[in-house]
């Protein structure tokens, strides 16, 4: 059971309440460079990400802002530090959301104008609280701990919540999961923001993916978490690969095939390893959620996968294709991954 | 914290009651050529995995097994169904575990005579529950819930415990991760036996890995779990090495160094992705558990990875290496990695 949270809208796409899980990611090239900035914008939203965020640090970014937005299938968040100057040409440019804390960007005149702008155009702003950035008298009071990260999630919606201003997302990072699990836990009993989740320092490719995987595994298992992003040294198209692989693996949402097959083990008789890579390949930007098998096994490999909507197995020299089940063809095995494309393919031109 | 659970040693290795999380995995070889099984157990050994499984799926299996017994570094599972007779064989060639479910193996009298055997020689027993093989009197009672598994796991136990035999692991596979939480969770509160995690059919190398994290990191985060296998299509020694990442990304124990580094920003000036990926690849079998950071912001970098052990981050042509924040060394960008890998072995000398 997901937790019960308000909703916000980030341009057409809501956050909270339960509202399906979206995956954000974060562009990496130079703001300031509109082109370039765009193209990441539409590569992202290709791959499936719902809201992209992009950094605002200076004026020049923040004036790069309106041909990105105008450019952008997506709704589009301003990544803003301190100046609140910067938020408010954001919310001209017409962003669709702001990362922003008021408690950083000093006195509450300013955080008013930027709150009374945000309203005006219907932007939620998210608060995002790490736990490197907690206020020292925080710190004293609480220590390194996931209720002195909440405390300063609440205090940030203190002061919007004296301006009445209500349509606000929380995100909480700590470095180990153990306490972000603690901190988002705490947060939902005394809070009722929807929540954007995170692992922060997530690392390499390939070791930030299973740590992201693992916390948000976590978190979402529990049934925090409105919206998410995964953090990798990569290419942010990776991101929401992995944002979605995690989702669909939850069986949270889903967006395109998920591909199950068994281990290999002494029985195999067929290159599985290869097999499973090259349909994962092939097929991974086809459009319906459907479930497709890679069995090992000719014998019992049909039968297991019958919940699969497609899948392939294959012996010594013949290759089985099955839907549901359900034998299909029979084929050389050299002609298993073409025919299952084929099938699938099939199955799409039905729907 | 984690559940606590009794403890079954598996030859020299603890399983349960707050020891170590170990990481299994199952070799894919013909265990009938013991040289090729052997070879992969050594394989699978240096790359950390704790205890290997091994199917024996015929009376030929069962006689390799000696020699695989023989020549391995770490204590061997034997994986038997139906048979007894296989069982028992495998108890006389020396395997350290038995995976095997009791009410499957035919009457009392066989399941005593196994029973009699492990105990002479130690041996403690997996029974393995996977929500397809749950009894058609347990389906028809609970329908396919997590109690339906529990229920099973609960009469696999109670034949064991009638013979007065209790070293006992239990797995519980569903097909979804909801269910097997549920199930992990279930089990817990009406059993102390030690618990073998493990998500069923995870699939193809990368969405397996992504989903074998987000669930065993569901599972592990609740402190359920004493021992775990990740199952991948793939070379299962990459079943190790994401087993082993999983158990890091959660602190609960470590092996080799943990690569920390920032999501690449429009402020990264140096080739952050190639770096990192060097970087985790040249010192992936690094002996120490520190953590190393790979930051793309020669301003922050030292400072925001300041409890990192090692870390280097470059600008415009310059890269710095630093140890707990601070600076060791100034280094043209292009001799980083060198660097890097330099001071880490700097620090092993040291230690």
Redesign the interface.
């Known amino acids: 059971m997901r937790h019960k949270t308000r909703q916000v809208m980030v341009g057409d796409v809501p956050i909270g309440a339960g509202a399906p899980i979206t995956v954000q990611s974060?562009?990496?090239?130079?703001?300031r460079d509109s082109a370039a900035t765009s193209a990441q914008v539409e590569a992202l939203a290709s791959a499936g990400c719902d809201i992209v965020r992009v950094?605002v640090?200076d004026q020049e970014?923040a004036t790069a802002l309106s041909a990105i937005v105008a450019h952008s299938p997506v709704p589009i968040v301003a990544d803003i530090h301190f100046d609140h100057r910067l938020a408010l040409e954001a919310l001209q440019a017409g962003v669709h959301k702001l990362r922003l804390n008021p408690g950083n960007i000093g006195s509450e005149a300013k955080v008013l104008e930027v709150v009374r702008a945000a309203q005006e155009r219907s932007v939620p702003i998210r608060i995002g609280v790490n736990s490197?950035s907690v206020s020292k008298p925080l710190l004293e009071r609480y220590g390194r701990t996931a209720t002195a990260m909440v405390e300063s999630a609440l205090e940030h919606i203190a002061i919007f919540e004296r301006l009445n201003f209500y349509d606000i997302v929380v995100s909480l990072k700590a470095?180990?999961?153990?306490m972000t699990?603690e901190a988002y836990e705490e947060l939902s009993r005394r809070a009722s923001y929807p929540t954007h989740l995170g692992i922060t320092?997530?690392?390499?490719?390939?070791?930030?993916?299973?740590?992201?995987?693992?916390?948000?595994?976590?978190l979402?298992?529990?049934g925090l978490g409105d919206t998410l992003r995964v953090?990798?040294?990569?290419?942010?198209v990776e991101?929401v690969k992995?944002g979605w692989?995690?989702l669909?693996?939850?069986?949270l949402r889903r967006r395109g095939p998920?591909?199950?097959?068994?281990?290999?083990?002494?029985?195999?008789e067929i290159d599985?390893?290869g097999i499973?890579?090259e349909?994962?390949k092939r097929l991974s930007d086809f459009p319906l959620p459907i479930t497709i098998?890679?069995m090992?096994c000719i014998v019992n490999g049909p039968g297991?996968a019958r919940?699969a909507d497609l899948g392939i197995t294959g012996g010594k020299g013949l290759g089985l294709v099955f839907r549901h089940g359900q034998i299909l063809r029979k084929v050389p095995e050299g002609e298993l991954v073409d025919a299952l494309v084929e099938e699938a393919n099939n199955l799409l031109a039905e729907r």
Chains 1, 2 share one sequence.
């Open positions: 974060m562009t990496n090239t130079d703001t950094a640090p970014a490197g470095t180990d999961v153990a699990v320092e997530a690392g390499t490719k390939w070791f930030g993916t299973v740590k992201s995987a693992a916390g948000l595994g976590a979402l298992s529990r953090s990798l040294t990569a290419d942010p991101e992995v692989a995690i669909s693996a939850l069986e998920v591909f199950i097959s068994c281990p290999t083990c002494g029985r195999t599985l390893e499973a890579g349909v994962e098998a890679i090992g297991e919940h």
